[in-house]
Nanobody, 126 residues
């Protein structure tokens, strides 16, 4: 079992930055691939970024590529999402997710992730 707790969300003006953190409890965090997803009101949950267990492979959605960076610190059981040049359309609840590592990593499909956090709200004002 893995429990995930996100933090770092908030209200920011367009063009600003935020760094989200997701701390995992449980053993063998380094054996899990991690992902960030987001869900805006009335819309489906969408892929944002993903990271392999080692951090050597990453994937990003086209909408955030070049602005967001996913990283992890296995010693701290933490995955991060650095978000720069934020836009109003980035407003959503952001969720981190975990899955045991396999050939699909870094995975973009939410259904392959086994564990999810409760989410943290990010609001970008224009």
């Amino acid at each position: 079992q893995v429990q995930l707790v996100e933090s770092g969300g908030g209200l920011v003006q367009a063009g600003g930055s935020l760094r989200l953190s997701c701390v995992a409890s449980g053993r063998a965090f380094s054996r899990y691939a991690m992902g960030w997803f987001r869900q805006a009101p009335g819309k489906e949950r969408k892929f944002v970024a993903a990271l392999s267990w080692s951090g050597s492979m990453t994937a990003y959605s086209d909408s955030v590529k070049g602005r967001f960076t996913i990283s992890r610190d296995n010693a701290k059981n933490t995955v991060y999402l650095q978000m720069n040049s934020l836009k109003p359309e980035d407003t959503a609840v952001y969720y981190c997710a975990a899955k045991p590592y396999d050939y699909r990593d870094p995975a973009r499909e939410p259904h392959v992730y086994d564990y999810w956090g409760q989410g943290t709200q990010v609001t970008v004002s224009s």
